[in-house]
């Protein structure tokens, strides 16, 4: 089983609506969690931390539910520009250093 | 400021070969990472090193795959001999790892596009 799972997607909506990804990571003692963004051919890009009484840049919100090991990213009133793989990440304390994991990413497509 | 340098941006070669991508991360930063990207298979963690020192390297798909950071500004990913599975993009990324604290931002190269025919 994959440390960090995620749907892949594609996920194709219109401009202008809601559009929700979850995530969910199997090791407990995931310590910090974030939102990247990848666009076609680019390399990722932090989007946002993922705080565990949830938060908010803009349009896009953030949530984390550590009893179920999850974590979502919610994007309002999408954009054109939104379109990319969302990648999520769980950085993972040890006694030495933290190892930060990708999940393979859902791509997020927005028609006109 | 310079961001995270990956050399070659792109190469071609043919299997058997030896490829050596290069990375030189962010001044002061103390955490370096190699990722493997492909369709198939995501951004996969290759290894990690943390004040030039590997941390874990199970991630290398085996011994063909190996990796050296000789000090803090220069960090090296050698396949040898590469075949035609390797072809991938390979991301080098750094952070300044603090540890308990909320940070984590992964700052990435451009990456490398290796294509081995």
């Known amino acids: 089983r994959k440390e960090v799972e995620q749907d892949p997607g594609p996920f194709n909506v219109p401009e202008g609506a809601t559009v929700a990804f979850n995530c969910t990571y199997s090791n407990s003692a995931s310590q910090s969690f974030f939102w990247y963004r990848q666009d076609c051919r680019k390399e990722p890009k932090l989007l946002m931390s993922?705080?565990?009484s949830g938060n908010e840049d803009g349009r896009f919100t953030a949530q984390l539910n550590r009893a179920s090991q999850y974590i979502s990213l919610l994007i309002r009133d999408s954009k054109l520009s939104d379109s990319a793989t969302y990648l999520c990440?769980?950085?993972?304390?040890?006694?030495?250093?933290?190892?930060?994991?990708f999940g393979s990413g859902t791509r997020l497509s927005i028609r006109p | 400021d310079a961001g995270v340098i990956q050399s070659p941006r792109h190469e071609v070669t043919e299997m058997g070969q030896e490829v050596t991508l290069r990375c030189k991360p962010i001044?002061?930063?103390?955490?370096l990472f190699w990722y493997r990207q492909t369709m198939m298979r995501g951004l996969e963690l290759l290894i990690y090193?943390?004040?030039?020192?590997?941390?874990?390297d199970s991630g290398m798909p085996e011994d063909r795959f190996s990796a050296k950071m000789p000090n803090a500004s220069f960090s090296t990913l050698k396949i040898q001999p590469s075949e035609p599975r390797d072809s991938a993009v390979y991301f080098c990324a750094s952070t300044q790892d603090s540890g308990y604290m909320n940070t984590g931002e992964l700052f990435f190269g451009e990456g490398s596009r290796l294509t081995v025919l």
């Open positions: 001044s002061g930063h103390n955490s």
């Open positions: 090193f943390n004040n030039n020192v590997p941390i874990d």
């Open positions: 993922v705080y565990s």
């Open positions: 990440v769980v950085k993972v304390l040890r006694s030495s250093a933290s190892k930060i994991i």
